[in-house]
């Protein structure tokens, strides 16, 4: 890593080689390469041509987050709705370098286990209070504490004041994780929050809404429980004067508000966008894109979401805390049909074999693992459940309703594991009570389909991350994180990645089923940037 860090040359080129994906004919026409979303006005929704300048967007969604505490949740709608009202010290540009954004300036000493940060002149919260660096003291420790992502990359880490415009990060040792999860984490991330704040919520998850207050240009107006949440344009915001590019830079809010509505019903919300109700969605159903293959009003493209994984339960009760019948469905699964059912088109899947993506191979690859992916060899997977002991058995299969996707998923995988001789019960929760079920109650399931993010690092994925199925504190666990957190650089990290993956091989904690790419939507009339899966929404503006 360099001594200074205005950006760090090789960091996340993951993401700048995920490719956007073109859905086959008879689906719909979707752009490719640049992904910002301009043109005609729409019938019905849009106010171009001559009318009233238009300043509010409707999006559209799924499904509301758990909970809007940016330090903790890790739902991706989370971040959707508050990268626009909190802000972090660093954020990554366009070319995924690390810039400035809270701070003024950075820097680290010759071994980087300190790095000190200069606060910007003038920054206010919300509320109307100074930014200090009581603040960022008092927030940061707090990230550091109760952030899954946080937890282990900076275990032993503290913050600290040097002035009331200057803070120090002393870090035990070197490791390329340090400026990659502070810039590059859109969920579980490091916002900074009022020190009173902190004060009142402590390391619980923030629950009055009065106390979700950033720094943003954005700020929460309203949150109507499963119908709504509403940012507006905050009047007092003080952008940098820099070049806006991905998340750093200027941001020159020009709407007045944006709302989240949350629909469950695919149906319903494909009506809603096609009759302009809703001026975006971040995903359009799978099963409808033939309804939008012709649709004038709306530019389309297509994103990475991230894997669709199958995780096995590690609670003593369940057949699969033996590893034999993990492996053995590992062997019979037959991915593609699995994909096929879940978003409809072989263009909008990927199949790999290990625990990163393909976007991220420029950092993350390796064979090991792929000899032996997608056999889909069901009358081995028998033999080995027979040895196991699971044959005839009956097993909880936890799916989410709200994500088709995964669902749909759930379903072909269900009728796979009865195929290999188990039983099968598909348990199918709304988003909440389905991600409380499987973080918190592994022994009321078997299996899962977890729709997953786009993780930063192999860290952040089942098998290594805390406080989740078959992470331990097993000295060989321990030891493997202990050295690819302290890997000073990306490259040495990277070469880390096939004693990553030989672990989760021998382990088996989850079978990777494939990896998804959503197709996302908007108004023809709205110039609507998009940047590492989120909406820009500090620079959207109607045309």
Known sequence: MPKQHTDTPGLLTRRAQRPARRIAAGAAALTIGALVLTGCSPSGSSTGNGDAKKDVVNLVTPAQPESLDPQISTDSIMGEITLPVFETLVALDKDLKVQPMLAESFEANADNTEYTFKLRQGVKFQDGSDLDADDVVASMNRWNRVSIAAQEAFAGAEWSKVDAQTVKLTVPSASFLHLLYLSAIGTAYSAILPSEVIEKVGDSPIEDTADIIGTGPYKLAEWDADQKIVIEKWDDYQSLDTPSSGRAG??????????????????????????????????????????????????????????????????????????????????????????????????????????????????????????????????????????????????????????????????????????????????????????????????????????????????????????????????????????????????????????????????????????????????????????????????????
Do not use: C
Not at 433 to 438: D, I, N, T, V
């Open 250 to 543: 200027a941001k020159k809010a020009q709407l007045k508000e944006v709302v989240f509505n949350f629909v469950a019903d695919a149906s319903t919300r494909t009506l809603g966008i096609q009759s302009g109700q809703y001026d975006a969605t971040t995903e359009l159903p799978f099963d409808s894109l033939d309804q939008f293959k012709d649709d004038k009003n709306l530019v389309l493209d297509t994103y990475l979401v991230g894997p669709i994984n199958l995780v096995y339960s590690d609670a003593k009760s369940s057949v699969f805390s033996n590893i034999v019948n993990r492996q053995a469905v590992n062997t019979g699964l037959d991915r593609d049909p699995i994909m096929l059912s879940a978003v409809g088109s072989k263009d909008l899947y990927d199949l790999v074999h290990h625990n990163m993506t393909l976007g991220q191979k420029a950092i993350w690859d390796t064979e090991v693992g792929k000899a032996d992916f997608n056999k889909a060899d069901v009358a081995k997977a028998k033999q080995m459940l027979a040895e196991g002991g699971a044959e005839g058995k009956t097993v909880t299969l936890l799916a989410n309703k709200d994500y088709s996707e995964a669902y749909n998923a759930a379903v072909v995988v269900a009728e796979q594991l009865k195929g290999m001789g188990l039983e099968v019960k598909l348990d199918a929760y709304e988003w909440g009570a389905f991600s409380e079920k499987y973080r918190e109650k592994r022994d009321e399931w078997d299996l899962v389909v977890f729709p997953f993010g786009t993780e930063t690092d192999p860290t952040q994925t089942i098998g290594f991350l805390p406080e989740r199925a078959w992470y331990s504190d097993s000295p060989e666990l321990q030891d493997l994180l202990k050295r690819f957190r302290a890997a000073p650089t990306q490259a040495d990290a990277s070469k880390m990645f096939d004693e990553m993956q030989t672990y989760i091989e021998k382990t088996r904690p989850m079978s990777r089923i494939g990896d998804a790419h959503n197709v996302y939507a908007a108004n023809k009339d709205l110039e609507l940037a998009w940047f590492d899966g989120h909406f820009t929404w500090w620079n959207a503006h109607w045309k």
